[in-house]
């Protein structure tokens, strides 16, 4: 686009025509460092092994290998590099508008037996390369676990 060899039209006229800013025609990228991409090459090897660590515990890590770097370096690369850490996200009980609510039904209800009120409940556990989904089935007068299951996905056939 920009031609700075051509002598008929100088590099000024061309920003101008252009609506360019001409100190942005001479700039000269300079490549990373020798430093920067170590650290870089460190934290996509981290990042592989806990998917879930964040900028802290990515600069944590990486001052325990000897590599002094800071909370702020460490997003900053994280983020050059498109790595977000893996975590449940907010608002995961958040009820969507378009679903039905259903009345409480044990309003008035105390449970006075076993297998008289039963509840459940899905948590997620964390573990060292993810996450696991737990559904249990409780009896609320025994507090006794009727069932259970685990899971890595919260799809249909598992809840």
């Known amino acids: 686009m920009v031609e ?25 990228p300079t490549p990373p460092s020798a430093a920067e991409l170590a650290t870089k090459h460190r934290i996509d090897e981290l990042y592989l092994e806990f998917p879930y660590y964040g900028a802290h515990h990515m600069a944590a890590q990486l001052c325990r290998d000897g590599q002094s770097r800071d909370r702020k370096t460490a997003r900053r690369y994280m983020q050059e590099m498109d790595l977000i850490a893996i975590y449940p996200g907010p608002n995961l009980s958040k009820r969507q508008n378009a679903h039905r609510v259903y009345p409480y039904l ?36 025994s507090r006794y676990i009727v069932s259970w299951v685990f899971s890595d996905t919260r799809e249909l056939p598992f809840v």
């Not at 006229?13 to 001479?26: E, F, G």
């Not at 008035?108 to 089935?137: E, K």
């Open 106 to 141: 044990l309003r008035d209800v105390t449970p006075n037996a076993p297998n008289h009120v039963w509840g459940m409940d899905i948590t997620y556990i964390r573990l060292p390369h993810g996450w696991m989904f737990l559904v249990a089935v409780l009896d609320w007068y």
């Open 4 to 28: 700075p060899d051509v002598a008929d039209v100088p590099l000024r006229t061309q920003a101008d025509i252009l609506n360019l800013s001409r100190s942005s025609l001479y700039y000269q």
